[in-house]
Every structure is written in structure tokens, then in C-alpha cells.
């Protein structure tokens, strides 16, 4: 007798979880360009700047000197101490090497906390628009992402009322993520504090995103949750990554500071799943945070500078509104006024827009509000002025199709 096997041959876990929308708008857009198209592309979440050559040189000589073994699972204590050296000088802030793990990535980072905490059948709040990645993370970790809708008329602001309505004795997490992908709003620092409170009130921790720490414009100065009061630490967990503050995307280098009991568990699961961040990355790593920070400043400027084109010009096409952000390096304008019946979704739209005008751009849908598009600023400076021409274009031909 043949075997019959159940039809479900992947995991439960993954029912829930869905493609990243950013990565499949990479995925088009690079099949026109193979095609010989020329595309201008705004989907991507990655600085268009080189890993600086001081942190090149580092990884070159790291190869070199053979540090190409195995390191602790939780980065070397000389990567730990360089990334609490940078919280210290930056933020004045003391933690202790066991409360800080280096990661893969923020994405290994933000994966691995929530394998610690969550249990299924726990919440997580998660104010939206949000980073495709958050609520799939849950997904996977089998908890229930309790999504909290931010107001684009009031800047996508995250307050403590808002989040304090949502939270209940379910909720075992509030993922916060300051500056955000994909609108760039900032939590104004009193806020979040007051969120932390209340959350370590109730024994609910608070994971901060703090991968676009460092890009603020307008003055603002970088704020980081690792600084709460000494009574709030055992609550309170930073996310944080090399990629986008050192144009180190691809060399995967991440870390988390939280609770020494929390990293502790992070490291039992990392020693089982991909053990260290690559040596060589780790090396590069400890160049980047304690090298000189010129760069950094450099690509901040140049981002800011790019916002300041882009804002103004997207608001200047009749019908298109955009909130003008203070931090990461996207832009989040409002498109509900072209939405109809023959173009239902921000997902239609950036079809539209990519297939006929070449401008790639990532919806809205997959942040967790539709109506919008994600335009990514990381991007060189004609290539913007470039998009904002097509899509004008692109704009005034759907208008008169209607
Ligand atoms: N957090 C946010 C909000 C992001 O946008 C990203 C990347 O796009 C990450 C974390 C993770 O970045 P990485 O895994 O490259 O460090």
C-alpha cells in the first residue's frame, strides 16, 4: 500500500508569512535592467555609498593575518567593547560587554531577540507603517502581531497614548523602530521614554530598532534606548546594525544590546544557528565604530541635502502629498488621489509605474499601509531628479487616461 502523506509538507509556522515586498521590487527592476531598460531605482533600502576604505583595509588585513577562524558565537570582545565604546562616546552611556552580542545583521538581531521572548500565543504591538520584516518575525515565532495604525495627516507620529490603548496581558512586546522605514518619522525622545515606562510597568519589553540611528536631519540629535534609566534596562533591548550607518550592507554585521539575561539566551540560540558574524566582517566592524566617523558625517549630509531636492518636489506634482520626515534616508508620499478602479493598490501603481515609467519604488502594502509608496532616497542625486521628472509624467498620463 502506497504511503499517503499529509498535504501540508512545510512547517505551520510559515503559513502566515509572506515574501518581503522590497525584495520583490528588487527582483523586477533588476529583470527590466537586465533587459537593457534603464530603470531608475528608488526601491532599495541600501546606502548607493562604498564601504569606507579604512574599513575595506581593515577586512583586507584581517584576511591577510588569517583571523579567518571561528570567533566566541557573540563577536570578539574586541568588536563588543568597540560597540559600547561608540554608545559610550556617542550617547554617554556605560553598559558591560556581557549585556552586548554582535549579530548578522539587524535582521539576525531583531530574529534572535524575538526567538527569546516569543511564546505563541503572545502579542506584539508593532506601530504601522512598519518594516515589512516585523510582524513576518512574529509570524514565524508563532505570536500575533497587534498592529497600531499611525495618522499620516499628524506625521506617522508614535505616541504613548496610542500605544498604552493597544497593550494588554497578552503583550509581551513593542517593537519601536526610530527613525522608521519606511516613513522616516522620528519618536519624539520624551514619548518614547514614557512608552518604556509604561511597558517595564506592566513587564512588556520594548526591542528598539536603531539601524537609522545616525541619519537625522534638521538638527536633531541621534538618541538611543540603551541610555533609559538604570531601572527600565531589564525591559528595554536595542537593535542596532553596521549596514546602513557604514554602508556595510553587505557584510552583515549587527549587534544587540539589552538585558545580560536576554543576551545570554541570545547566545544559546546563536550558538546553534549560525555561530559567529564572520570573523572578517567582525574585524572591518571594530574599524567602522572606532575609526574616524568622517564619513559617516559626509553621507548624512549628502542625505539630507537629497531630502531636501526630493520633498519639496514630490509635493510640487499636483495630487501627490508628502510628509516631510526627519530621519532614515525614504520618503513615504500619500498616491490615494490616482487610486481607482482600474489601479485598486499601491502594489497596481508601483507596477504601473515601473513597467511604464522605469521609476522602481517599493508599495505601500507591504509596510502596512496602503495608498502610499515607499521612494528610497539612497540614491544619487540626478537619479531623483530624474525619477520625479517620470513620475510627473507618469502622473499627468494616468490623469488624462481616466
Ligand atoms: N531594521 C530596519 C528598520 C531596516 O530597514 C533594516 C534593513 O533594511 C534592518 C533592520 C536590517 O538591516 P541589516 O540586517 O542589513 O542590518
Same mark, same amino acid.
Given at each position: 500500500?502506497?504511503?499517503?502523506?499529509?498535504?501540508?509538507?512545510?512547517?505551520?509556522?510559515?503559513?502566515?508569512?509572506?515574501?518581503?515586498?522590497?525584495?520583490?521590487?528588487?527582483?523586477?527592476?533588476?529583470?527590466?535592467?537586465?533587459?537593457?531598460?534603464?530603470? $531608475?531605482?528608488?526601491?532599495?533600502?541600501?546606502?548607493?555609498?562604498?564601504?569606507?576604505?579604512?574599513?575595506?583595509?581593515?577586512? @583586507?588585513?584581517?584576511?591577510?593575518?588569517?583571523?579567518?577562524?571561528? %570567533?566566541?558565537?557573540?563577536?570578539?570582545?574586541?568588536? !563588543?567593547?568597540?560597540?559600547? !565604546?561608540?554608545?559610550?562616546?556617542?550617547?554617554?552611556?556605560?553598559?558591560?560587554?556581557?549585556?552586548?552580542?554582535?549579530?548578522?545583521?539587524? @535582521?539576525?538581531?531583531?530574529?534572535?531577540?524575538?526567538?527569546?521572548?516569543?511564546?505563541?500565543?503572545?502579542?506584539?504591538?508593532?506601530?504601522?507603517?512598519?518594516?515589512? %520584516?516585523?510582524?513576518?518575525?512574529?509570524?514565524?515565532?508563532?505570536?500575533?502581531?497587534?498592529?497600531?495604525?499611525?495618522?499620516?495627516?499628524?506625521?506617522?507620529?508614535?505616541?504613548?497614548?496610542?500605544?498604552? @490603548?493597544?497593550?494588554?496581558?497578552?503583550?509581551?512586546? $513593542?517593537?519601536?523602530?526610530?527613525?522608521?522605514?519606511?516613513?522616516?518619522?522620528?519618536?519624539?525622545?520624551?514619548?518614547?521614554?514614557?512608552?518604556?515606562?509604561?511597558?517595564?510597568? !506592566?513587564?512588556?519589553?520594548?526591542?528598539?530598532?536603531?539601524?537609522?540611528?545616525?541619519?537625522?536631519?534638521?538638527?536633531?540629535?541621534?538618541?538611543?534606548?540603551?541610555?533609559?534609566?538604570?531601572?527600565? &534596562?531589564?525591559?528595554?533591548?536595542?537593535?542596532?546594525?553596521?549596514?546602513?550607518?557604514?554602508?556595510?550592507?553587505?557584510? &552583515?554585521?549587527?549587534?544587540?544590546?539589552?538585558?545580560?539575561?536576554?543576551?545570554?539566551?541570545?547566545?544559546?540560540?546563536?550558538?546553534? =544557528?549560525?555561530?559567529?558574524?564572520?570573523?572578517?566582517?567582525?574585524?572591518?566592524?571594530?574599524?567602522?565604530?572606532?575609526?574616524?566617523?568622517?564619513?559617516?558625517?559626509?553621507?548624512?549630509?549628502?542625505?539630507?541635502?537629497?531630502?531636501?531636492?526630493?520633498?519639496?518636489?514630490?509635493?510640487?506634482?499636483?495630487?501627490?502629498?508628502?510628509?516631510?520626515?526627519?530621519?532614515?534616508?525614504?520618503?513615504?508620499?500619500?498616491?490615494?488621489?490616482?487610486?481607482?478602479?482600474?489601479?485598486?493598490?499601491?502594489?497596481?501603481?508601483?507596477?504601473?509605474?515601473?513597467?511604464?515609467?522605469?521609476?522602481?519604488?517599493?508599495?505601500?502594502?507591504?509596510?502596512?499601509?496602503?495608498?502610499?509608496?515607499?521612494?528610497?532616497?539612497?540614491?544619487?542625486?540626478?537619479?531623483?531628479?530624474?525619477?520625479?521628472?517620470?513620475?510627473?509624467?507618469?502622473? &499627468?498620463?494616468? =490623469?488624462? @487616461?481616466?
Amino acid at each position: 500500500m502506497a504511503l499517503v502523506k499529509s498535504a501540508r509538507l512545510f512547517a505551520q509556522r510559515l503559513q502566515n508569512v509572506e515574501e518581503s515586498s522590497t525584495m520583490q521590487v528588487m527582483i523586477a527592476a533588476q529583470k527590466l535592467k537586465s533587459e537593457g531598460v534603464e530603470v $531608475v531605482d528608488l526601491g532599495a533600502g541600501e546606502p548607493d555609498f562604498n564601504t569606507p576604505e579604512n574599513i575595506k583595509e581593515a577586512g @583586507k588585513r584581517a584576511i591577510d593575518a588569517n583571523f579567518t577562524r571561528y %570567533t566566541p558565537a557573540v563577536g570578539v570582545a574586541p568588536l !563588543r567593547d568597540a560597540i559600547l !565604546r561608540r554608545y559610550r562616546e556617542d550617547f554617554g552611556v556605560e553598559r558591560k560587554r556581557d549585556e552586548v552580542i554582535a549579530t548578522v545583521g539587524g @535582521k539576525h538581531s531583531i530574529f534572535n531577540t524575538l526567538l527569546a521572548l516569543i511564546d505563541p500565543g503572545d502579542d506584539v504591538i508593532i506601530p504601522a507603517p512598519y518594516w515589512v %520584516t516585523f510582524p513576518q518575525v512574529v509570524h514565524l515565532c508563532g505570536g500575533r502581531p497587534v498592529i497600531v495604525e499611525t495618522s499620516p495627516e499628524q506625521g506617522f507620529s508614535i505616541t504613548s497614548e496610542l500605544i498604552h @490603548k493597544h497593550m494588554s496581558d497578552r503583550t509581551k512586546l $513593542v517593537i519601536l523602530n526610530s527613525p522608521c522605514n519606511p516613513t522616516g518619522a522620528v519618536i519624539a525622545p520624551g514619548e518614547f521614554l514614557k512608552i518604556c515606562q509604561l511597558a517595564a510597568e !506592566r513587564e512588556i519589553y520594548v526591542l528598539s530598532d536603531e539601524c537609522y540611528q545616525v541619519f537625522l536631519y534638521d538638527g536633531l540629535q541621534p538618541s538611543t534606548a540603551a541610555a533609559v534609566p538604570e531601572h527600565l &534596562r531589564r525591559w528595554v533591548i536595542v537593535s542596532g546594525s553596521l549596514s546602513k550607518t557604514y554602508a556595510m550592507t553587505g557584510w &552583515r554585521l549587527g549587534y544587540t544590546i539589552g538585558p545580560s539575561e536576554l543576551v545570554s539566551q541570545m547566545a544559546k540560540i546563536q550558538g546553534h =544557528e549560525t555561530s559567529n558574524p564572520t570573523s572578517i566582517a567582525q574585524a572591518a566592524g571594530i574599524e567602522a565604530l572606532t575609526g574616524p566617523q568622517d564619513s559617516v558625517r559626509e553621507m548624512i549630509r549628502e542625505y539630507e541635502r537629497r531630502r531636501n531636492f526630493l520633498v519639496p518636489a514630490l509635493n510640487h506634482i499636483p495630487g501627490v502629498r508628502c510628509f516631510t520626515p526627519q530621519g532614515a534616508f525614504y520618503v513615504y508620499p500619500d498616491i490615494r488621489a490616482f487610486l481607482h478602479e482600474g489601479l485598486k493598490t499601491s502594489d497596481d501603481f508601483a507596477g504601473r509605474l515601473l513597467s511604464e515609467a522605469h521609476v522602481a519604488v517599493t508599495p505601500g502594502s507591504g509596510f502596512g499601509m496602503d495608498g502610499f509608496i515607499r521612494i528610497s532616497y539612497a540614491a544619487a542625486y540626478t537619479a531623483l531628479e530624474e525619477a520625479v521628472r517620470r513620475l510627473a509624467n507618469f502622473l &499627468r498620463s494616468l =490623469e488624462s @487616461k481616466r
